[in-house]
Structure formats: C-alpha cells, structure tokens
DNA sequence: CGTAAAATTGAGCTGTCTCAATCAATGTGG
DNA sequence: CCACATTGATTGAGACAGCTCAATTTTACG
C-alpha cells in the first residue's frame, strides 16, 4: 500500500501551464523541504511532488524557499483564523502558479491546501527569480498571472461585500467554469468538479447548510446538475443573470 | 475662486513615502491627462496634481498611462458594480502608492477617489518601469509596498467572510491607527480622522445606519471617540479584544 | 445664516445562521 | 465483497445579525 506502486500523474495540467514553453520545468528541483506524503505514493523525479487530498502542501507561517506550479489536481489557499473559521482565498486549477504570492515574499502567512491529489513542480525561489530577471518574456508573463491573480482577489472582496449568496455562489461557479474553459476542459457542457459543499462555504463566507440550499435552488430551476464530481452546465445564461 | 490663489500643499506624506530617498520624484511629470480641477485650486509646478475632495483622480475602465503616488490627504481605491452598490478595496494614505495595481496592467478595473483634498504626483508609467528595473533597491522596495497590499486585500477577504459587523469596523480602525502610527502621525492618542461613516460602510460591507450604530456603542462602551475629523483612541486594548 | 450633508434613533423585516435529525455516498477493514 | 464507519448532503424549525425605511437632530460649509 506504500510504496509499492508509482503513482504517475497524467499532469492535465501542462497544456494550460502559464510557464509552457519559458523551459522552466528544466529548474524544478526537489529541495527536500516537504515531509513524504504519508500511506502512499512515492514522490519521483526531478521536482516533482504529490500530495493526497486533502492534506496540506504547504502551511501558514514557514519560511518560503520556493516556487512551485500546480501540475494536476484542484487546491485551494486558504487562511485561518481562531477556532475552526477559516477562508478560502482562492481555488487552484490545473497549470497555475501554487505560490504566486510567495514570489516577492518571505514569510508565508496563507497555506496551501490539496483539494483532489495533486501533483505540482517545486522550484527554488531565488533560482526562479533570476530565470525570470534574465527574460523579459517570462517576466511579463509572471506578472500577468500574479495581476490577473490580484485582480481576482478585488473581485472577491466585492462579492463578500456586496452581494448576496445566491449572487457569490453563482459567480464562484461561472468563474471556475471560465477558467476552465479557457483551458479546454469543458466536456458535453461538463467539467470535473470535486468542491464539496464546505469548500464552497469557505469561499463565499457562508456556511455549508446554506450552500446546499442555494445549490438546491440551482438544481430546481435547472441552472445546473451536480452529480458525482461533475457539473453540468444546463443553462448558462439564466445563471448568469443569477449572478448579478 | 478659479486659478487666482495658487494652493500650495504641505505634502505630509513626505516624511513617509514609500519613495523616499530613491530620488524618483525628479522623474514626476505633468502629462497632462487629467481635467484640471474645477472651481478651485490650480494645478502647479512639475506633475504634482491636486483634487478636491469627493472627487474622482482616476476611474474605471481608463486606460493606464501613468504611475501616481500620494502626497497629501486620503483616498480610497473603490470598485463599481450597478446602480449604486460600491465597495471601497482599500484606504490609501499620504506617502502610499495611489496605483501600485497599475504597475503591472494596461486597464484598470477600478477607480481611484478623494476623500479629502489631496495632492499627488504622476509619473510616466513605462519611465517608472525603466527606473525600477534599473536599480535593486527599488525594485524591492516597490514589490515590498506591492505585497503588502496585497496582504491587505487577503486581510480584507477574511474579514468580509469571516468577521462581524463589530469585528471588522473595529478591525479597519487599528489596520487605519497602525499604519499612521508607523508613520508619526499619532499626536495625543489621536490622528486626523476625515472618513464618514459612509466611507466605512462602503469598506466593511455594512449599511452606513449600522455602522453608525456599532460607532455608537464603541463610545459608549469609551474605547474611541471621534469627534469633528478626529479619532481619540481611548482603549487600545479593549478595541483590540473586540477585534477579535 | 441657510442649506445640504451626515449622524442618530426606532420599528419592523429578512437573509442567513444554528442546531438537529435524517439520509446518501464514500471509503475501510475483515 | 459485504458490513460498518465516516464524511457529505438534505431538510426543517427557530433565532438573530444586519438591513430598510423614515423621521429627527446635528454638523458642516458656502
């Protein structure tokens, strides 16, 4: 059950990696920072990690020493405060950064959390930050993806603010949906969808009862289908006009 | 009352601007973009601008050309959806950057207002760029102010999914208290206070009738009092408790 | 001094939460 | 491969934080 079997990830995400084609997977090196991922898959090749669902890739307040790019699976970084509240900063799909904040930064003071397994290439920081001085395409490039992060988070901050559950969740939904159409994934108006309930609480600053109701809603009115881990996409418009 | 008296600010924010000593105010130019000011102050010598109160200095959905940083007064970084919901992203005050989040973007996706009367000076956007690349010193310190700012908005997602009406509206006024302490702009327990309760309202997510009531009870409770454009802060320790 | 903007107060209302019970799905060990 | 344990989803009843509307007072300012 341990290290018996090789998991080899089928890396989905590579073909809407932001670093495709700068030649930055040739840094990724394993630094040895992270602890082996317990009851299961060994880690392998250069810089090439994995961790189970649900487990934390990195945590809130250690030092940052690298760089590190979401290979294949969900995550989320998310930031906790006393007792059990805990907000989910942003989702992580397929082929972005993990750790664009760590960038220009020292301290951590966010943690990564794996969602699905996942896999994820592990770069040394000041390596990565001279890669990216030494071009100023992969430098446009970076800073494209770290504003279009930032931009992201304004977002979120007038969704908690301004609008109401069914207006959050329904954005939450379209933006996943987005991203992951741009990415090729949509399938039968379908994509892979393993957020439970709870993660999309976390998110909106609602909590999990609430969400379902809504999402019930959603599925009375035949704005979509949840079943498994897939969402179908039954009628996009009138969810848009749900989302204010 | 047009151009007859020449306004002459006395850029408080000087003292602590987050560009001090990088000699970068010489590159500050007058490009000319902005409307002058109407019925008031004239705009002076090189690229330092003004506007009055409750106007905007720059809005939604304009290209960006130009880099600008606070001089003088308050601001605040606000972002639009329809008819009348606003929701303020951040407070920006005397020696911070008015435009960190255009450094790095073509558009822009919110606006920029006075709160007070402010004065300010615009750079060239791409000379701006040519300087920070030029020099390690300033590069780093403008990612530093760049991150921070980011820390902030991160902050302020967790407060709005995570914190009551209470929790945050005493949340704003340490994270407000902190940053003019840092700068030396705590005289007699008290700082210069000009935000309306609308302004936290906006910033907080709350209706300002709640907010007004929430302010209410905090001085009942004597752990602040605000009165005319001053907050007194009257139990530091207290509020922090309630800030949970 | 007069008008406009901001703050205060009160009475009701509602969106979202809490708690709790039940049901479905998923995973685990024998 | 089945039985059980765990995790996640659904539903309902009741509570409350924060909202709306509206009237009144206070403050700011030309």
Chains 1, 2 share one sequence.
């Not at 890739?57 to 690298?66: D, L």
């Not at 001279?130 to 494209?144: E, K, L, P, V, Y």
């Not at 992201?152 to 996943?176: K, Y």
Request: aromatic share 6%.
């Amino acid at each position: 059950m341990n290290n018996s079997k090789t998991y080899s990830p089928p890396r989905s995400g590579c073909d809407s990696c932001i670093l495709d084609g700068l030649g930055l997977c040739n840094l990724a090196i394993d630094c040895g920072r992270e602890r082996p991922p317990k009851g299961g898959r060994a880690n392998i090749t250069q810089g090439e990690k994995t961790q189970n669902a649900k487990r934390t890739i990195f945590s809130q307040n250690e030092p940052v020493e690298t760089v590190a790019i979401l290979c294949d699976g969900w995550a989320a970084s998310t930031l906790r405060i006393s007792k059990g509240r805990k907000q989910i900063l942003s989702f992580l799909l397929p082929g972005e950064m993990l750790t664009f904040r760590a960038l220009f930064e020292s301290g951590r003071y966010h943690s990564t959390e794996a969602i699905t397994p996942v896999s994820y290439r592990v770069f040394d920081q000041s390596q990565f930050r001279n890669a990216m001085f030494a071009s100023q395409n992969i430098f446009d490039r970076i800073m494209a993806g770290y504003s279009e992060e930032r931009c992201r988070a304004d977002q979120m901050i007038v969704d908690l603010g301004q609008r109401s559950a069914t207006e959050r969740i329904a954005r939450l939904l379209l933006d996943i949906w987005t991203r992951l159409e741009k990415s090729g994934k949509v399938k039968d108006n379908s994509i892979a969808f393993p957020l439970r309930q709870t993660h999309i609480a976390d998110a909106t600053g609602l909590t999990n009862v609430y969400v379902g109701k809504v999402l019930t809603a959603f599925r009375n009115e035949r704005l979509i289908s949840i079943t498994g881990r897939t969402l179908t996409m039954l009628d996009i418009d009138k969810l848009r006009r749900q989302a204010a």
